[in-house]
């Protein structure tokens, strides 16, 4: 599976942008696609992830409420809306899919079998 990650940015803190992920197969099964970001000289953290078959989506307390990930089944692509954006939220995000995870290793990095290059998201205050 291979993954292309656009959409990363400068804006101004209170800004939105919108990230998409398209993948190279259709999402079937347990097919999960997550957001990761990391800061510099940070470790990388879970943001949002989105369970193909169902719907569910799950995210990081730190974006709940200004983040929204969503999918087009069509274009085999999950899109990460991201709102009322902070400084804090600067990073190099990073889509990444599996397509065996069970719910409770969501959140974790290394459970991802397939990732996309990182995008640039900057937020100045």
């Known amino acids: 599976v291979q993954l292309q990650a656009s959409g990363g940015g400068l804006v101004q803190a209170g800004g939105s942008l919108r990230l998409s992920c398209t993948a190279s197969?259709?999402?079937?099964?347990?097919?999960?696609m997550a957001w990761f970001r990391q800061a510099p000289g940070k470790e990388r953290e879970f943001v949002a992830a989105?369970?193909?078959?169902?719907?569910?989506?799950y995210y990081a307390d730190s974006v709940k409420g200004r983040f929204t990930i969503s999918r087009d089944n069509a274009k085999n692509t999950a899109y990460l809306q991201m709102n009322n954006l902070k400084p804090e939220d600067t990073a190099v995000y990073y889509c990444?899919?599996?397509?065996?995870?069970?719910?409770?290793?969501?959140?974790?990095?290394?459970?991802?079998?397939?990732w996309g290059q990182g995008t640039l998201v900057t937020v100045s205050s």
């Open positions: 197969i259709r999402p079937y099964g347990r097919f999960i």
């Open positions: 990444a899919a599996d397509t065996r995870l069970i719910q409770s290793s969501i959140g974790y990095d290394y459970e991802y079998d397939y």
């Open positions: 989105y369970k193909w078959t169902g719907g569910s989506t």
